[in-house]
DNA sequence: CTGAAAGCGCTTACAG
DNA sequence: CTGAAAGCGCTTACAG
């Protein structure tokens, strides 16, 4: 006996439909103990005849959370970011937590108005993949009971929990990893200085040459945006120009990609090693060698320690980092060319 | 002068400290007019005080909307789910809308569960990559007024919205491809005979021996879970057995990637074309020919289809077809070895 | 075992 | 220009 299109039966409806009170109907809907079999019986035929479902926006108004947490990714549609959120899907589903997603594309006015869209919607919690370079708009929210938890890179201007891959320990074993396949001249091409990440790896980078007791000619390093004019022009500059290096580290996948769709498919080319794995990495010729990060983890890592401050914790702010993974694969193996 | 942690003000504590009505309180937040300036002053200056940001969830329940859509994806986590997220994302922001996301796993009842758990959340619609054989269950739900629209996979058992890809076309096209090739012996490694687009992909191979008179032994076609050992091991009975074929499809990019993760590095391979596009395919030697589907195009019709829905578009069920795009690259351009 | 009243935080419809 | 009352669909706290 479903209703005409657009109008939903409530509770209310129930109750009237089944002779009974508001109270007893909410109680069957419940499973809440103390309702006489036959009452219930008659609730139960009411609820089938007018194909009742409880409004659960309505419910949570009442109770005060909403069971949802959003997400707030620079792209849901690239790699790492799904992978991110699959990893909090999962955790968010074990509490019971349905999730909001939004992409904020590197863009700091969308990713606040995001960010405060779903503090409006009084999610329970929010995980954000910051972009903007001043998170004090979120201080407010959190004061007020809606814990942040950053992901990927840490808030700019406040304090607060993030968890983040160890960037510059992974940069530095990939440049290591180069250095012991007897490279001394590593060209390292990275995302714009600003961005933490880039600026952890380049951290990174600085730091293996020095374990090497190896110079860093200022050359040798070029960092900006990432779109393939750009990247495929620092190739051309560290690979050929004034002072030439034998070896590149790509700092992110996109950087990573232009490289390898720029160098030559055919002779010499400079050993290389990618920050971020890519799918098909192991079937390129040679196969790609990366310094992985670990999406899984630091979703679910992202994801546990926001569900812990629901949960009451009100400790300092964390900081907590994830191990990178360098996978050997043939680019970074590749020796200096004489000369 | 923000309060204690985990209690926000409400508009009746702004209307208090404002010393004016509720309603004033409520015109000022929503800048509707007809309030006088220095009245609107003295309530901004309360919100200011207090800290208050209007709670949207309340504002909705009111309004009977939720200003939110879901998106009911197989796993959010691999690159065409992603894709297709970003597309509904991008519409859902134009109509202001926010974007819950799930992923079913492939399990029927998961599928069922989070859809209906949206539903009662009373999201304003629904998109979902449907992996059950049964969707009655959500035939009260869009009768109640909450459309649902297919993507990628038509309903089962109900007349709905769907939006989907040229499956037998794409396959046709990529077959004959081959034929045109050389091939004659050409076999199809595909996903479960019960899943919809693996049937449809089927259909499109056979039919593009048909058009070319040739005919198909049955033992080059081979269906089932899309696992490496199951996919290896029809690559081996196909190129290897009693019934060689010189050439594969293979029908979706799981499946591709374990053919190319077991094919010879070296020496004579059959020709190759898969359905789905992968990262870095152009890059393999040979690159990897493919049918490409269009997620981009896929998500932007299911999610534009719904808003018409929810703009009062009452006309019978449509169902959508995307066009697929085949991109040579070198594996499918592979003649038949001699013998 | 059952239900009427009040309230979650807003908006709607109406009256001054 | 302003606000009191009723209501969105539920749950909470209480009384019978």
Redesign the interface.
């Known amino acids: 006996m ?2 005409g ?4 039966p409530t509770m209310k409806d129930v109750a009237v439909e089944a002779g009974v009170g508001l109270k007893t109907v909410s109680r069957v809907v419940n499973g809440e103990s103390g309702v006489a079999s036959a009452t219930a019986e008659r609730v139960r035929a009411a609820i089938d005849r007018l ?1 009742f ?6 419910r ?2 009442r109770t005060g959370r ?1 069971a ?1 947490i959003a997400l707030l990714l620079e ?5 790492f ?3 991110l ?2 990893a909090v ?1 999962g955790v968010a589903a074990e509490h019971g937590c ?6 904020s594309a590197e863009d700091q006015r969308r990713e606040r108005d995001l960010a ?7 999610v329970d919690g929010l995980i954000v993949v910051p972009t903007g370079d001043d998170h004090r708009y979120l201080l ?2 959190s ?3 809606t814990p942040v938890v950053f992901l990927d890179r840490p808030a700019a201007a406040i304090e607060a929990d993030a968890v983040l891959s160890d960037n510059a320990g992974g940069a530095r074993t990939g440049v290591a990893h180069l250095i012991r396949h007897g490279h001394r001249r590593i060209g390292f091409i990275g995302d714009l200085a600003r961005i933490h990440t880039s600026a952890e790896r380049l951290r990174g980078y600085r730091r293996a040459m020095a374990d090497a007791a190896l110079p860093v000619d200022e050359r040798w390093i070029d960092t900006g945006p990432t779109d393939a004019a750009r990247v495929t022009a620092a190739v051309d500059r560290l690979t050929r120009g004034a002072a030439p290096v034998t070896a590149l580290l790509t700092a992110n996948n996109r950087i990573t ?1 232009a490289v ?2 720029h160098l030559p ?1 055919d002779g010499p080319r400079p050993a290389l090693v990618g920050f971020d794995d ?8 040679p196969g790609l060698t990366v310094v992985a990060q670990d999406p899984a983890a630091l979703g679910a890592a992202a994801a546990r320690t926001l569900f812990e401050r629901l949960a009451g914790d ?1 400790g300092a702010a964390r900081r907590i980092e994830i191990p990178t993974r360098l996978i050997p694969r043939g680019s970074g193996e590749i020796g200096p060319r004489a000369g």
């Open positions: 479903s209703r299109y657009g109008t939903r194909g479902r409880r409004n659960d926006s309505a949570l108004l909403t949802s792209d849901i549609g690239d790699p970011s799904s992978a959120s699959r899907e349905l999730l909001f997603t939004g992409s405060l869209a779903f503090c409006a919607r009084r407010p929210e004061a007020a009971g990609l390898l769709h498919s890519l799918e098909l990495a192991d079937l390129l010729t009100t």
